[in-house]
């Protein structure tokens, strides 16, 4: 089932939605002409979409030094609503949107539930903040759009979130990729035979794909990953039944990968970063915004049938990166060879210790009690992992295995990485 929100948008030819996005653009780049840290400094319009390679960069320093009006673009009036980014790695950015905007925005969601099979009458337990925090915004205000029935439960408090799983039976639930793995590592069999689950929808941080089989098989869930994040106002990538990475909404984006040093284009397939320029936001409009995200464009076609480009769902924050020995890693590459050796959803935590220069690296996995008795299970586990870990990214780290409950707990997005000297 391809679960089309907008057909004739989803499926329009790579020249229509190429066409489409130069005329957005250019009226774009006349409204980003409008706020002062854009003034003068942008051409009215441009001949071909690839000559957007020829403006510079927008970046977070750049919204850092002109907070908090620089890139307002509209009447301070016409702002309906503030929102503000989590702050995960660095200073939270703020960033403003006008009632278009919001529609905007609303559209996309609604594209991203219908995408993961949202329908009337489903209910909907919201583990997601509203707050300054844009993701439980949309997605609730798009649920209840669709007809479902919404339940917004927020972030955290575990234990009831379960209680009204198996109370009130949601079907669906909206959560951040962290909190989903800490949700299911708190549900029992009991739970699991009791609530009606069956789609949840994550985003907000990587998950990995090794994931997404392991939750379907022991918790009969199946995941939907997005990717989204405030500046761009909010859903920017989402996936589709076929779960062959996320259709970038490219009727309202033009996206750019770029290597890191050069800032020059990549083909489609490298990795580098993501560069995004929103096509309708008129209160807030950001020109080649650098995400300091990194991922790819997977080359070919979905069988899905629609014609937007997909990224890659590894998807990694470059302020994540460690450097461990000289190798490059990222938490959720860790995470990944964690699951493909874990019967059980966990919380973790990576710590790096830092000892003459030396870095050593420490994961610490939380098991349920009747693995934390079971020592051959817990050697082989640990003999898996690190061969994974080995064999995947070239690093030797310590395993330690705690008991649930051990480590900081995980609301909305979860804190993997502490650094100790
Ligand atoms: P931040 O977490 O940087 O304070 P936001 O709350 O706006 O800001 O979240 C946006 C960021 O979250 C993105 O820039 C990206 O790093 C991360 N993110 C969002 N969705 C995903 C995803 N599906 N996979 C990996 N990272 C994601
Ligand atoms: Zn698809």
């Given amino acids: 089932m391809n679960n089309y929100f907008d057909a004739k948008i989803e499926t329009m030819s790579a020249d229509q939605l190429r066409e489409l996005q130069l005329k957005l653009l250019n009226t774009q780049l006349k409204q980003a002409g409008k706020a002062p840290a854009y003034r003068g400094l942008l051409p009215d319009s441009i001949p071909h979409i690839e000559d957007i390679q020829d403006i510079p960069f927008t970046t977070k320093e750049d919204l850092k030094n002109h907070f908090p009006y620089g890139f307002l673009a509209v009447p301070r009036t016409t702002i309906a609503r503030f929102n503000a980014s989590s702050g995960t790695t660095g200073i939270p950015t703020l960033a403003y949107f006008s009632e278009k905007d919001l529609d905007a925005m609303s559209q996309r969601a609604m594209m991203h539930l219908t995408m993961a099979g949202l329908k009337r009458g489903d209910i909907v337990q919201s583990m997601l903040g509203t707050g300054l925090f844009v993701g439980g915004w949309y997605h609730n205000n798009a649920a209840f759009h669709m007809g479902a029935t919404v339940l917004p439960t927020g972030t955290g408090n575990t234990l009831r979130q379960i209680e009204l799983l198996k109370q009130l039976k949601a079907t669906f639930c909206f959560t951040t990729s962290g909190y989903a793995q800490y949700l299911l590592s708190r549900l029992t069999e009991a739970d699991i035979e009791h609530i009606q689950l069956h789609t949840i929808l994550i985003g907000a941080e990587p998950l990995p794909t090794t994931f997404y089989a392991f939750a379907k098989k022991h918790y009969h869930v199946e995941l939907y990953g997005s990717y989204g994040m405030t500046e761009c106002g909010g859903p920017v990538a989402h996936e589709c039944c076929c779960h062959t990475g996320l ?6 984006f033009y996206v750019e990968i770029v290597d890191l040093k050069t800032g020059k284009p990549v083909k489609d397939g490298t990795f580098g970063e993501l560069i ?12 080649r915004y650098r995400t300091r995200d990194i991922t790819r464009i997977l080359p070919g076609t979905c069988p899905c049938g629609r014609t937007h480009r997909r990224i890659d769902t590894n998807i990694y924050r470059q302020d994540d990166m460690m450097i461990i020995n000289g190798v490059n890693i990222f ?3 860790i995470e990944a060879c964690i699951y493909k050796s874990l019967p059980v959803a966990t919380n973790y935590l990576i710590r790096v210790q830092e000892t003459n220069g030396l870095k050593r690296l420490h994961i610490d996995i939380e098991l349920p009690a009747d693995m934390m008795a079971n020592q051959p299970l817990q050697a082989q586990l640990e003999q898996d992992i690190t061969l994974y870990l080995k064999a995947y990214i070239t690093v030797t780290p310590t395993l330690h295995f705690v008991p649930i409950g051990t480590l900081p707990a995980v609301s909305g997005k979860a804190l993997r990485l502490q650094k100790e000297s």
């Fill in 276 to 287: 995004i320029t929103p096509l309708c936001q008129e209160a807030f409009p950001l020109i």
């Fill in 331 to 333: 938490p959720s590459q």
């Fill in 247 to 252: 259709h970038l909404a490219e009727h309202q």
